[in-house]
């Protein structure tokens, strides 16, 4: 399995990115995807949660802002990122794993390389 993620940039305050996430392979029990990010300093943090199902989870600091889709046809995730603050800079990872509603998101050792993300005036 391989996760491509990309879309990352550099934008102002209250700029808009799209970042996206390509999985190629052969993908057993993964029916969901996951966006971390990781700012300097800090520990990695999970955003979103996006399944098969249609379920979506997004943390509190990027609640009403961010938004998930996916792409069956094209094995593909995107993260629609708005209103994107400072403290929204980070690298942003996707990460494949499992989601049960009685469990929530379980993450497996999937990821993506990862894609930076600067807001900055």
């Known amino acids: 399995v391989q996760l491509q993620a990309s879309g990352g940039g550099m934008v102002q305050p209250g700029g808009t990115l799209r970042l996206s996430c390509v999985g190629s392979?052969?993908?057993?029990?993964?029916?969901?995807m996951a966006w971390y990010r990781q700012a300097p300093g800090k520990q990695r943090e999970l955003v979103a949660v996006i399944a098969d199902s249609g379920y979506t989870y997004f943390a509190d600091p990027v609640k009403g802002r961010f938004t998930g889709s996916r792409d069956g046809a094209k094995n593909t995730v995107y993260l629609q990122m708005n209103s994107l603050k400072v403290e929204d800079t980070a690298v942003y990872y996707c990460?494949?794993?499992?989601?049960?509603?009685?469990?929530?998101?379980?993450?497996?050792?999937?990821w993506g390389q990862g894609t930076q993300v600067t807001v900055s005036s």
């Open positions: 990460n494949g794993g499992r989601y049960r509603s009685e469990l929530g998101y379980l993450s497996y050792d999937y």
């Open positions: 392979g052969t993908i057993h029990n993964i029916n969901a």
